[in-house]
């Protein structure tokens, strides 16, 4: 994603799907992106007749229309430019389909569920969107209390993989449009070693070596990616840490104040393989951030 030129968000009428607009305002003020502003109507069921139906269609058809023009003419919604498409289909092939055809770099929404993300994550809709769209997704927090980019700080999580890195190029933009400051993380989580395949007089000691060892190997990996970034006037920082991996990065965002916390998604399948893992589901899940997920092409 070398611009920002377009960013879906995806409305289905309620107060929590709204909450996006705020932020893809301020996004999209930043960047100068058109605001495409979806409303996807889930086919009716068949009736015997067919002038009702029609009639039934053609209500939910107008009420689309009239809800989109409402929510265009909001305050936060003047100087963007504006589309407003309605569709009717399943929900996540429609918002995907919509995405591909209109070029969209960017999709936006809202968390939804009792814990927060977790619904969007297991539900049919936010999986298959989370796998199969063709762009970054930000994921904002039904909890979160603050405007997106008021903290002017973008969290990116890398684990040494060139997948991982992919989420380096849209958290860059990002922070370039906002002026935030971009921070990279990588956590050396800790080893697990069989204790009956080792001498016990010595696994202390050997493990604190290779720990110290992974240590030196991920500062100098994160100063690689930080000086990958030099003329790109942003600040970048890069901070290493150790522990368990989902634990370390929930402490570390929870002590200092991030609007993104930025992934890329792995696996065979794209974004399952981080989803279902369990240090991308408990940081999905515990993190009051707003997420940004960047599908990683290759294996």
Known sequence: MSSLKKILVP????VLAEK????????????????LLLRVQEPLVHMADQELYEQVAQLKEDTAHKYLNGVASRSEMEGITRELLTVKGAVAESIIECAVENKVDLIMMSSHGRSGISRWIY???AEKLMRQAPCAMIVLQSKADKLLFSQKRILVTLDGSALAEQAIEPALMIAQAVGAELVLLRVVGVIQVAIDSVDPLVMK???????????VEAQAY???MQNSLTGSNTSVQ????????????LAY??????DLVAMSSHGRSGVSRWFYGSVTEKVLRGSCCAMLITRGSGK
């Open 222 to 224: 994160l100063q690689r």
């Open 253 to 258: 965002t929870d002590g200092h104040k991030f």
């Open 123 to 125: 539900g049919s809709v």
């Open 238 to 249: 890069i901070e290493v840490l150790n522990g368990p991996i989902a634990e370390t990065i």
């Open 20 to 35: 996006t607009l705020a932020s893809a305002a301020v996004l999209a003020k930043a960047t100068g992106a058109t605001l």
């Open 205 to 215: 000691q050997d493990l604190r070596q290779l720990e110290e060892r992974e240590m």
């Open 11 to 14: 409305l289905d009428g309620s």
